[in-house]
T-cell receptor
Framework: GQNIDQPTEMTATEGAIVQINCTYQ??????LFWYQQHAGEAPTFLSY??LDGLEEKGRFSSFLSRSKGYSYLLLKELQMKDSASYLC??????????WGAGTKLIIKP | DTAVSQTPKYLVTQMGNDKSIKCEQN?????MYWYKQDSKKFLKIMFS???????INETVPNRFSPKSPDKAHLNLHINSLELGDSAVYFC?????????????FGPGTRLLVL
């Protein structure tokens, strides 16, 4: 079956670094997406990886290892506004997104 | 201008009623989607649709039907609403080129069935 696993909740301190892990199993693979979802709002696109390695975009970076079925989202210099859920989604061979339940990130001052 | 918009934002209704949720995108995208996000926060694809093909998630009851008057609109009609239909429904769109594409989400419709 297809499955996305990520931690339910994480807590970090303002100004610190946090890594949110995701493991995936999809039927075929066409890439791994990360979305941010603030409470009561729509998911918004953060990153897309289809090749192994690290993609850096400002304070956010995303890593992919296809052989391990593993990705992580790295957030640096955390700000209070980064408090949100972070959704990992794998794209299968039919270009359908398989979503994780999201990791709720709580930032403390 | 809002890229993907949905109406209504909140919908409270009685069991057994029929309701529709509207979605419009002004991004010029060819593919639109409907998702259901339940209380456990999983996003579950219900339908994806472009001007060529409707793909239905087999687990979606046939009480749910998408209707697309044109490629900028994909409405969701729900018949005989049940308590378990209470959730947030998100519309999304993508370019529809057939490759891995970023999906852009609407603000969601919070449906509560009493």
């Amino acid at each position: 079956g297809q499955n996305i696993d990520q931690p339910t909740e994480m807590t970090a301190t303002e100004g610190a670094i946090v890594q949110i892990n995701c493991t995936y199993q999809t039927s075929g693979f066409n890439g791994l997406f990360w979305y941010q979802q603030h409470a009561g709002e729509a998911p918004t696109f953060l990153s897309y990886n289809v090749l192994d390695g690290l993609e850096e975009k400002g304070r956010f970076s995303s890593f992919l290892s296809r052989s391990k079925g593993y990705s992580y989202l790295l957030l640096k210099e955390l700000q209070m506004k980064d408090s949100a859920s972070y959704l990992c989604a794998g794209m299968d061979s039919n270009y359908q997104l398989i979503w994780g339940a999201g990791t709720k990130l709580i930032i403390k001052p | 201008d809002t890229a993907v918009s949905q109406t209504p934002k909140y919908l409270v209704t009685q069991m057994g009623n029929d309701k529709s949720i509207k979605c419009e995108q002004n991004l010029g995208h060819d593919t639109m989607y409907w998702y259901k996000q339940d209380s456990k926060k999983f996003l579950k694809i219900m339908f994806s649709y472009n001007n060529k093909e409707l793909i239905i998630n087999e687990t979606v009851p046939n009480r749910f039907s998408p209707k697309s008057p044109d490629k900028a609109h994909l409405n969701l009609h729900i018949n005989s609403l049940e308590l378990g239909d209470s959730a947030v429904y998100f519309c999304a769109s993508s370019t529809g080129t057939g490759d891995a594409e970023t999906q852009y989400f609407g603000p969601g419709t919070r449906l509560l069935v009493l």
